[in-house]
């Protein structure tokens, strides 16, 4: 059966300025916004809790300005979100749901 999960929880928003854990666990990214100073920004956003987890999102954003791509339906994370940003990526902001592995009637919540 396919795992299915449950973002009904607050919304949560995480302001980054170095490579970091953005969540632990399941969760629905719905918004990111990145700038930078000096030369282009980049942002590498991963499913785990480190670079070694799949890449499921690059952002990159012009010299001197912020970019926020449109992620109509999110993007699924199931182990956590780890951000990987470049030297001068000045600021990003990540919006997400943290998300809840649920099982449907007769499911035992596993692939």
């Given at each position: 059966?396919?795992?299915?999960?449950?973002?009904?929880?607050?919304?949560?928003?995480?302001?980054?300025?170095?490579?970091?854990?953005?969540?632990?666990?399941?969760?629905?990214?719905?918004?990111?916004?990145?700038?930078?100073?000096?030369?282009?920004?980049?942002?590498?956003?991963?499913d785990?809790?480190?670079?070694?987890?799949?890449?499921?999102?690059?952002?990159?954003?012009?010299?001197?300005?912020?970019?926020?791509?449109?992620?109509?339906?999110?993007?699924?994370?199931?182990?956590?979100?780890?951000?990987?940003?470049?030297?001068?990526?000045d600021?990003?902001?990540?919006?997400?749901?943290?998300?809840?592995?649920?099982?449907?009637?007769?499911?035992?919540?596993?692939?």
């Amino acid at each position: 059966m396919k795992t299915r999960y449950d973002f009904s929880a607050p919304p949560r928003s995480v302001e980054l300025a170095s490579d970091q854990v953005v969540h632990r666990g399941p969760c629905l990214l719905v918004g990111v916004v990145v700038s930078g100073v000096g030369a282009a920004a980049k942002v590498q956003l991963h499913d785990g809790i480190d670079t070694n987890g799949e890449r499921r999102l690059t952002v990159q954003a012009p010299d001197t300005y912020s970019f926020s791509p449109e992620l109509k339906g999110g993007i699924e994370f199931r182990s956590g979100m780890y951000a990987n940003l470049n030297a001068v990526t000045d600021l990003t902001t990540v919006l997400y749901y943290p998300g809840a592995m649920v099982a449907g009637p007769g499911e035992e919540g596993s692939d």
